[in-house]
């Protein structure tokens, strides 16, 4: 009795989001039944997010297209020409027979297609995405800047150089970028603020106002950008991670962080089988591990340095299992990372002022470079047994660093 006493908030949390867990769950059910009443369903005004031409073995051309519709995207391919572009809006039949509630609920999975026709209806981009895009000519620029700061889908090429770097991570908006983004705001609020404050409302709390002004302003964000998947589940932990500064909480226990991830799939069921989600968490968590076992022994300023390089190395492994590539250009990635954060406010700048061209001689040539690279793949024993180690790791320091290390090799073996 004592036990549900002491861990009586604990219990009524975890009870409510398993709550909501099966709402959602069941909300997405119906919609899933709804969507599977016809076998052939007739999409109007479907929008294009990828186009790219592949071979099937015969050596024949086809066109694999990347839609999007109501809530979910798909896949689809036509041998026909059609002539179609990103961000044409389509009119089509598609086959769903093959759809599971599990296809169905990950929001992301193909379907055949046919009577693919041109739509009357064109896309219209909001007025801020056009005004910060229409500022660039080259069309990978424009998909880097596009991602960058309004999380619209880039290229195969472009996600090639990407990877080459190691930096997806940077230009996907996710909670880096929430940081960022807070954090400016935040410097560039708090003066004026301070003002107004110590003459006319003395007794409010600073650092709160400006927190929950500078959400309302994310939130804002969340509408621009269309809610996209990634950004709002980084801003559901930012959230709670307010919540629990406010109640004078320590962050980095990982109760908080099992919490988190809990709210953020109660509320979207999808986040179970997202790749992204399960990097962003398994980022936070090594993290953890960094500052709970290590960062009592080094100066905040060697902290920082270690912190880039721990977490850099502890994901190796796990990204190598879901993206083979390895390129000593990766190891990039590092500086890139402290680069950016004065980068992103830079061009950002540059952008408000339509100055957002200026560096793009200098991005094509960043991304033309191109390093000896090998594909090293992981196995699924592998990446359930580093799982594994990492979660008994918050027990025993020394087997964490012994996972960092080990994630050296792939390195070497190039």
């Not at 479907?46 to 809530?71: C, F, I, P």
């Not at 169905?104 to 739509?119: A, E, G, T, V």
Request: glycine residues 2%; aromatic residues 24%.
């Amino acid at each position: 009795m004592n036990f549900f006493k002491k861990y009586k908030e604990f219990f009524i949390l975890f009870f409510f989001c398993i709550f909501v867990f099966c709402f959602s769950l069941f909300y997405e059910y119906m919609s899933f039944l709804n969507f599977k009443e016809s076998k052939h369903r007739y999409l109007e005004d479907v929008l294009v997010l990828q186009s790219y031409e592949k071979q099937n073995k015969k050596g024949r051309a086809y066109t694999v297209l990347k839609l999007s519709y109501d809530d979910f995207s798909f896949y689809t391919s036509t041998y026909k020409d059609n002539n179609i572009s990103r961000y044409d809006k389509l009119n089509l039949r598609v086959i769903n027979t093959n759809v599971s509630f599990k296809d169905y609920l990950s929001k992301n999975f193909y379907m055949p297609s046919y009577d693919i026709n041109l739509s009357e209806n064109t896309y219209n981009e909001n007025f801020i995405i056009s005004y910060f895009l229409s500022q660039h000519k080259d069309e990978k620029i424009k998909e880097f800047y596009g991602a960058l700061f309004f999380a619209l889908p880039i290229s195969l090429e472009l996600r090639t150089d990407v990877n080459y770097y190691g930096i997806a991570h940077l230009i996907a908006i996710s909670g880096y970028h929430i940081g960022l983004i807070f954090s400016l705001c935040f410097f560039l609020l708090c003066p004026l603020y301070s003002f107004f404050q110590k003459r006319y409302f003395p007794y409010r709390n600073l650092k709160f106002d400006l927190s929950v002004l500078i959400f309302s302003f994310l939130l804002a964000y969340a509408y621009l950008i269309g809610f996209v998947p990634s950004y709002i589940r980084s801003l559901v932990m930012a959230l709670f991670a307010f919540y629990l500064l406010a109640k004078n909480i320590n962050l980095l226990n990982y109760s908080t962080l099992f919490f988190a991830i809990l709210i953020c799939i109660s509320l979207f069921p999808q986040l179970l089988f997202s790749v992204g989600f399960f990097f962003s968490i398994y980022g936070v968590f090594f993290i953890f591990l960094y500052m709970n076992h290590f960062s009592k022994f080094f100066s905040n300023f060697i902290n920082v340095i270690l912190l880039n390089l721990w977490t850099f190395f502890a994901m190796i492994t796990p990204v190598l299992y879901f993206f083979p590539l390895v390129s000593l250009q990766q190891l990039l990635c590092i500086p890139l990372s402290v680069v950016f954060v004065v980068f992103y406010p830079f061009v950002l700048f540059l952008h408000i002022v339509d100055f957002g061209y200026l560096l793009d001689t200098l991005l094509s040539y960043f991304f033309s470079i191109k390093f000896y690279a090998k594909d090293i793949n992981v196995n699924f024993y592998i990446f359930i047994s580093y799982i594994l180690l990492s979660l008994l790791s918050i027990r025993f320091a020394s087997l964490s660093l012994f996972l960092v290390f080990v994630n050296i090799l792939p390195f070497i073996l190039l």
